[in-house]
């Protein structure tokens, strides 16, 4: 079994930065991908962005250029950078792991907001 434990979230300005750490703990050690989805109220969960093992990346076009998603894998944590926060970007994140199957986090909210 695995688990996903995101921190970090929490209130910024606009403008501001946050950044979003995911721990995993449990039986898997090795992940193929890690990232980052997102959810708005009343909406479905939206990609973000993923960073693979290999450590290729991938970002949603409405973050290209201000977030940064980056793994430890000796800590088994994927992290996301946040900066020049907009008041659009407000919304629970949520991290996911890929193995032997997707394993996600619970989420965190983040609030952008003057």
């Known amino acids: 079994q695995v688990e996903l434990v995101e921190s970090g979230g929490g209130l910024v300005q606009p403008g501001g930065s946050l950044r979003l750490s995911c721990a995993a703990s449990?039986?898997?050690?090795?992940?193929?991908?890690m990232g980052w989805y997102r959810q708005f109220p009343g909406k479905e969960r939206e990609f973000v962005a993923f960073?693979?093992?290999?450590?290729?990346?991938s970002y949603a076009d409405d973050v290209k250029g201000r977030f940064t998603i980056s793994r430890d894998d000796a800590k088994r944590t994927v992290y996301l950078q946040m900066d020049m926060l907009e008041p659009e970007d407000t919304a629970v994140y949520s991290c996911?792991?890929?193995?032997?199957?997707?394993?996600w986090g619970q989420g965190t909210q983040v609030t952008v907001s003057s």
């Open positions: 996911y792991a890929g193995a032997d199957t997707i394993y």
């Open positions: 449990g039986s898997i050690f090795s992940f193929a991908v």
């Open positions: 960073n693979t093992k290999d450590g290729s990346t």
